[in-house]
């Protein structure tokens, strides 16, 4: 049976704005997609560790080093509005009171 | 027939740019010729560098009339999937994102082609952020594949297949998440190679799903996709999972028999779904595997059948991860208008950058991620993925390559699969097994369908043992003998 989604909440969290037209096409097309997807469940039994890289490396250390890093005029040159040698946003926090 | 320098190997180039026979500008004349003639049809090129191109080719000309010592890559004109980072050139993933996006930085496999003097003809359309089997997800419209312009050429590295088919490129680099190098390339009739995962530095490759995605070659013969891993191979401070190992000569053994070399059939690998023409051109090329002496015999990879239901929830978690760093802040789109504060900002901005199938992992992978489904999904595909690994290491003690179909089928017209992503997604199912692995594989042209479209064969080795992999895939290569030219550069 294809999953039910809640399709608002998932969006909320990805901060992903849908028009009503994709949330019913994404309600539709994910519920297919898990019910292929739950199949994993078929065989993964709880003996079987998980593998989150096909080459597991851990604690890959490297001399701490002072290099050039990146001048700031390359850093912003990107930036959608530049505010003085800072990334400008819209309002980040409640104002006044 | 005389090969025109348009359709040389950049072996054979190599060597006639040693003997003073040719310069890297008539070399790039030759694809630049190419594009001028075919690219307005196949629309490999998302944004070409001929300025770039030229000034490089004269100074290696420059340089190399010194006397200076010519490396295998001088003067190749190579093309780059657009979600290798180029430092001062234009890189989109095919988004709209990112349309504008120039980046500060070359991504290491550039560094490492353009240092021995590979010659950039610009960055190839792709799917959007390689999402896609197709190239129909780039946001500028799709790849044409040189063999049937009203067919796919496969993807997400569409763009770089079709470019080196068509002799755009000599060369071209691509990235491989689930088959993205493998797929397009069997679909468009040339040699690709996705190496083991860590083999190549990904410093620099726009990040889909980091535990999957590995950069991979497009080339026109198996010996240059050794000369490709030669100089891109290695180890690279800037990328914690590049391994660091030795890198061994891959041109060494290239040429030696392949007497006694133990072939696994992958049983599971022609069953339904799989287009008759594909099945029986793979069987035949095994067939020749045999006749050259190599010991052929069946073998298993019994959950490879649940490979593409784990990848549908690894890759697109660690996609909704990798793509919250698009936020209208730093770099790429920014929604226009007023906001009243940053998150409506984000909301809008991601809304109306991204596209259909990018919202559709970003979701997918949130919601497998999310609180209370994390367990039954992403953590459910990490126990399957750790069983397909267990799979190729039992059939690894029996067999040194493991050969299937690339894809289950050829090229299939544009929009056909296009509303449809569960069809789309089956396009992989052959591919995507090395991927969760790490292993390297390969696909190489074996014949030609009956309306002729490409058929590839895909190899797969064990970790690093890339050698094999291509000793193998150039006996095969060689014993076929097909040339393929697509039929659009007949007037060419």
Same mark, same amino acid.
């Given at each position: 049976?294809?999953?039910?989604?809640?399709?608002?909440?998932?969006?909320?969290?990805?901060?992903?704005?849908?028009?009503?037209?994709?949330?019913?096409?994404?309600?539709?097309?994910?519920?297919?997609?898990?019910?292929?997807?739950?199949?994993?469940?078929?065989?993964?039994?709880?003996?079987?560790?998980?593998?989150?890289?096909?080459?597991?490396?851990?604690?890959?250390?490297?001399?701490?080093?002072?290099?050039?890093?990146?001048?700031?005029?390359?850093?912003?040159?990107?930036?959608?509005?530049?505010?003085?040698?800072?990334?400008?946003?819209?309002?980040?926090?409640?104002?006044?009171? | 027939?005389?090969?025109?320098?348009?359709?040389?190997?950049?072996?054979?180039?190599?060597?006639?740019?040693?003997?003073?026979?040719?310069?890297?500008? !008539?070399?790039?004349?030759?694809?630049?010729?190419?594009?001028?003639?075919?690219?307005?049809?196949?629309?490999?090129?998302?944004?070409?560098?001929?300025?770039?191109?030229?000034?490089?080719?004269?100074?290696?000309?420059?340089?190399?009339?010194?006397?200076?010592?010519?490396?295998?890559?001088?003067?190749?004109?190579?093309?780059?999937?657009?979600?290798?980072?180029?430092?001062?050139?234009?890189?989109?993933?095919?988004?709209?994102?990112?349309?504008?996006?120039?980046?500060?930085?070359?991504?290491?496999?550039?560094?490492?082609?353009?240092?021995?003097?590979?010659?950039?003809?610009?960055?190839?359309?792709?799917?959007?952020?390689?999402?896609?089997?197709?190239? !129909?997800?780039?946001?500028?419209?799709?790849?044409?594949?040189?063999?049937?312009?009203?067919?796919?050429?496969?993807?997400?590295?569409?763009?770089?297949?079709?470019?080196?088919?068509?002799?755009?490129?000599?060369?071209?680099?691509?990235?491989d998440t689930g088959g993205s190098v493998r797929q397009p390339a069997s679909l468009c009739g040339v040699v690709g190679l996705k190496p083991t995962y860590g083999r190549i530095s990904r410093y620099g490759l726009i990040a889909f799903a980091?535990?999957?995605?590995?950069?991979?070659?497009?080339?026109?013969?198996?010996?240059?996709?050794?000369?490709?891993?030669?100089?891109?191979?290695?180890?690279?401070?800037?990328?914690?999972?590049?391994?660091?190992?030795?890198?061994?000569?891959?041109?060494?053994?290239?040429?030696?028999?392949?007497?006694?070399?133990?072939?696994?059939?992958?049983?599971?690998?022609?069953?339904?779904?799989? !287009?008759?023409?594909?099945?029986?051109?793979?069987?035949?090329?095994?067939?020749?595997?045999?006749?050259?002496?190599?010991?052929?015999?069946?073998?298993?990879?019994?959950?490879?059948?649940?490979?593409?239901?784990?990848?549908?929830?690894?890759?697109?978690?660690?996609?909704?991860?990798?793509?919250?760093?698009?936020?209208?802040?730093?770099?790429?789109?920014?929604?226009?208008? !007023?906001?009243?504060?940053?998150?409506?900002?984000?909301?809008?901005?991601?809304?109306?950058?991204?596209?259909?199938?990018?919202?559709?992992?970003?979701?997918?992978?949130?919601?497998?991620?999310?609180?209370?489904?994390?367990?039954?999904?992403?953590?459910?595909?990490?126990?399957?993925?750790?069983?397909?690994?267990?799979?190729?290491?039992?059939?690894?003690?029996?067999?040194?390559?493991?050969?299937?179909?690339?894809?289950?089928?050829?090229?299939?017209?544009?929009?056909?699969?296009?509303?449809?992503?569960?069809?789309?997604?089956?396009?992989?199912?052959?591919?995507?097994?090395?991927?969760?692995?790490?292993?390297?594989?390969?696909?190489?042209?074996?014949?030609?369908?009956?309306?002729?479209?490409?058929?590839?064969?895909?190899?797969?080795?064990?970790?690093?043992?890339?050698?094999?992999?291509?000793?193998?895939?150039?006996?095969?290569?060689?014993?076929?003998?097909?040339?393929?030219?697509?039929?659009?550069?007949?007037?060419?």
């Amino acid at each position: 049976m294809p999953v039910e989604i809640d399709i608002e909440h998932v969006a909320k969290l990805a901060r992903l704005q849908l028009s009503e037209e994709e949330r019913e096409q994404l309600a539709a097309q994910l519920g297919q997609i898990l019910e292929h997807a739950a199949r994993v469940g078929e065989v993964a039994a709880d003996d079987v560790p998980p593998t989150a890289s096909p080459i597991p490396r851990a604690n890959v250390f490297r001399e701490d080093v002072i290099e050039p890093s990146l001048p700031v005029d390359e850093a912003l040159r990107n930036s959608p509005e530049r505010d003085g040698d800072r990334f400008g946003v819209p309002r980040i926090a409640e104002t006044g009171a | 027939m005389t090969r025109s320098l348009g359709d040389l190997t950049g072996a054979e180039l190599s060597a006639k740019l040693a003997a003073g026979e040719t310069s890297a500008i !008539e070399i790039l004349a030759a694809s630049q010729a190419r594009i001028d003639a075919v690219d307005g049809d196949v629309r490999a090129l998302l944004t070409p560098t001929p300025q770039l191109a030229s000034e490089r080719a004269e100074e290696l000309d420059a340089y190399l009339s010194t006397g200076a010592p010519q490396s295998p890559v001088a003067g190749i004109p190579v093309a780059l999937k657009d979600v290798l980072t180029t430092n001062g050139v234009r890189t989109t993933c095919g988004s709209k994102i990112l349309e504008t996006y120039v980046p500060p930085y070359d991504a290491t496999a550039w560094t490492r082609l353009s240092g021995a003097g590979a010659v950039l003809v610009g960055k190839t359309n792709c799917d959007e952020f390689a999402m896609g089997s197709s190239n !129909e997800n780039s946001a500028f419209g799709p790849v044409h594949n040189p063999w049937d312009l009203e067919r796919v050429p496969g993807g997400s590295s569409g763009g770089s297949a079709a470019a080196v088919a068509a002799g755009e490129a000599v060369w071209a680099l691509g990235t491989d998440t689930g088959g993205s190098v493998r797929q397009p390339a069997s679909l468009c009739g040339v040699v690709g190679l996705k190496p083991t995962y860590g083999r190549i530095s990904r410093y620099g490759l726009i990040a889909f799903a980091s535990s999957l995605d590995t950069i991979g070659t497009f080339t026109r013969s198996v010996r240059d996709a050794g000369a490709m891993l030669q100089v891109l191979a290695g180890h690279d401070p800037r990328d914690a999972t590049s391994l660091d190992v030795p890198v061994p000569d891959y041109g060494a053994g290239i040429d030696e028999a392949i007497a006694g070399l133990r072939v696994g059939v992958v049983t599971e690998a022609f069953g339904e779904g799989v !287009e008759p023409a594909v099945a029986a051109s793979v069987r035949a090329a095994v067939e020749r595997l045999a006749a050259l002496g190599a010991d052929v015999g069946e073998a298993a990879l019994p959950h490879a059948a649940y490979a593409l239901s784990a990848y549908y929830l690894i890759a697109p978690s660690e996609c909704s991860s990798n793509l919250a760093r698009y936020d209208g802040v730093r770099y790429g789109l920014r929604a226009a208008g !007023e906001h009243a504060d940053s998150i409506e900002m984000m909301f809008a901005t991601r809304g109306q950058g991204f596209g259909p199938e990018v919202k559709r992992r970003i979701m997918l992978g949130t919601y497998a991620l999310s609180a209370g489904y994390y367990e039954a999904y992403y953590g459910q595909a990490q126990k399957v993925r750790t069983l397909v690994i267990r799979d190729y290491e039992a059939a690894f003690e029996r067999f040194d390559i493991l050969v299937s179909p690339t894809s289950p089928t050829t090229a299939f017209r544009i929009g056909a699969k296009a509303d449809d992503p569960m069809a789309m997604y089956l396009n992989d199912i052959f591919t995507i097994p090395a991927n969760l692995a790490g292993v390297p594989a390969i696909s190489v042209p074996c014949g030609l369908d009956d309306v002729g479209l490409p058929i590839g064969i895909q190899l797969t080795a064990p970790i690093l043992d890339e050698a094999t992999l291509l000793r193998a895939a150039h006996a095969l290569e060689s014993d076929l003998g097909l040339n393929l030219r697509p039929p659009l550069l007949a007037g060419v």
